[in-house]
């Protein structure tokens, strides 16, 4: 019997020349090879169309972006080498969160979704690393964007550390901002050789929350530890698929 395949949210990005949405192609392909449905979420920051979304939905992946995270969200006034804030991409990512911490939906967030992730659980955010740490190491690799750059050290008996089997992982790096503080019910997890966090996981036991600083879906071709982190994501996204048919069932 073929297993059910689990709907995965991805919250698009906005081109603000042309006014459209769109999404990089290698979230849907990554979801979709690690057995999940990849659904696309508009960038529409009503409370109404995403708690209607978010209820045929069994995870959530929150992607990068090419925009920033306003500082005003975590306190915070801009900087001179801030990048650009897109408000609807922030709103309508934040809302996504909302829904989640309310439906303890499976999530997993790369790059900008980390971010934002630490910022809605009040944390706060370097603003560009090269300019607040100039002794950090390179985290705009540039092209290919897909080769590992820098190495990351994984926390012992940490999600990460168990997916790759080992202490020590090689990524990509693709970010000029970087969590700061980190948020409640968080973890740091994995750390570059400058220190910068590079992983957080959900600390309470009945949640599935995984957030990454580099991007696994540029690997997940060839790059086993990619592969394992999104197919712990889609397992995760199955049985919280399971539990709430069960409850439904249970409510008929």
């Given at each position: 019997m073929k297993k059910n395949r689990p709907r995965i949210g991805i919250t698009m990005r906005i081109e603000l020349e042309t006014d459209r949405f769109y999404l990089a192609r290698h979230y849907s392909e990554a979801v979709a090879a690690a057995g999940g449905d990849p659904v696309h979420l508009s960038l529409i920051p009503d409370s109404e169309y995403i708690g209607s979304i978010m209820n045929v939905l069994d995870g959530i992946l929150l992607p990068g972006s090419d925009s920033d995270v306003d500082p005003l969200r975590y306190g915070r006034e801009p900087r001179p080498n801030l990048g650009s804030v897109h408000p609807v991409k922030d709103e309508t990512d934040l809302l996504v969160l909302e829904e989640i911490e309310r439906r303890a939906i499976p999530l997993f967030a790369i790059c900008f979704g980390m971010q934002v992730l630490n910022v809605h659980r009040g944390g706060t955010l370097i603003q560009d690393i090269p300019s607040d740490l100039p002794l950090a190491i390179k985290h705009q690799q540039g092209a290919p964007r897909d080769r590992p750059s820098h190495a990351v050290r994984l926390l012992p008996e940490s999600m990460v550390a168990a997916l790759r089997n080992a202490e020590q992982a090689l990524v990509n790096s693709h970010h000029h901002?970087?969590?700061?503080?980190?948020?409640?019910?968080?973890?740091?997890?994995?750390?570059?050789?400058?220190?910068?966090?590079?992983?957080l996981e959900d600390t309470r036991p009945d949640r599935f929350a995984l957030a990454v600083q580099w991007h696994p879906e540029l690997g997940w071709k060839q790059d086993g530890f990619s592969q394992a982190l999104f197919e712990r994501f889609i397992a995760e996204a199955r049985a919280f698929a399971a539990k709430d048919r069960e409850a439904y069932a249970a409510a008929k």
């Open positions: 901002q970087a969590v700061e503080t980190i948020g409640r019910d968080l973890l740091a997890t994995a750390w570059a050789a400058d220190g910068l966090v590079e992983a």
